[in-house]
């Protein structure tokens, strides 16, 4: 069965700097989607960026991009330049071409002032 | 707007009553899902739906029914033998891509509690 990790139950950055979340994943498949979503106090879920496993480039959003390592089944998510906005959960996903969906149990991030 | 809406945004249900919670949406998507998540927890699926009148069970559908007779729209039923149903409930809805699904955009969830 698919799993996905996210190590880190906490963490907290200072407004301004940078900070890495990191996910792993576990499959045996060969194609697949990953996303980072974010869910803020409102508890609305909000997707932040989506990787597809055939693109060897990696994905970039603005302030956040990922370092996505195929073999090591590794999906960091990178913020940079950190705002009071970005405090929130954040949770990794894994979907793949056989309807399976697993969300990662979540990184709680705050970002202090 | 296009978007997805939930509704009631919150709810109080007796023990042993049957409840629906609501999903609508407007992208013209053809993929609808419900999650559930606990305090402190990620998402877990119950149901997703692919087409109209077509839905698969996810991996806690016990005590939870759906249907889907309009594109738009994908009512879950919180049933009387769901035991334990106190969580808070997300529907999502994507168009599927290639051979399997995409990006998932989610509706402001409903927050139920059983008294």
């Known amino acids: 069965a698919q799993t996905v990790t996210q190590s880190q139950p906490e963490m907290s950055v200072q407004e301004a700097e940078t900070v890495t979340l990191s996910c792993t994943y576990d499959t045996s498949e060969n194609n697949y989607y990953l996303f980072w979503y974010k869910q803020p106090p409102s508890r609305q879920m909000i997707l932040v960026i989506r990787q597809e496993a055939y693109k060897q480039q990696n994905a970039t959003e603005n302030r956040f991009s990922v370092n996505f390592q195929k073999a090591a089944k590794s999906f960091s998510l990178k913020i940079s330049d950190s705002q009071l906005g970005d405090t929130a959960m954040y949770f990794c996903a894994f979907i793949d071409y056989g309807q399976n969906f697993v969300f990662g149990p979540g990184t709680r991030l705050s970002v202090l002032p | 707007d296009g978007g997805i809406t939930q509704s009631p945004k919150y709810l109080f249900r007796k023990e042993g009553q049957n409840v629906t919670l609501s999903c609508e949406q407007n992208?013209?998507?053809?993929?609808m899902y419900w999650y559930r998540q606990d305090p402190g927890q990620g998402l877990r699926l119950i149901y997703y739906?692919?087409?109209?009148?077509?839905?698969q069970k996810g991996d806690i559908a016990e005590g939870y029914s759906v249907s889907r007779e309009k594109k738009e729209s994908f009512p879950l039923t919180v049933t009387s033998a769901q035991k334990n149903p106190t969580a808070f409930y997300l529907c999502?809805?994507?168009?599927?891509?290639?051979?399997?699904?995409?990006?998932?955009?989610f509706g402001p969830g409903t927050r139920l509690t059983v008294l």
């Open positions: 992208l013209n998507h053809d993929a």
């Open positions: 999502a809805s994507s168009v599927p891509s290639g051979g399997g699904t995409d990006t998932q955009y």
């Open positions: 739906s692919q087409i109209v009148n077509d839905f």
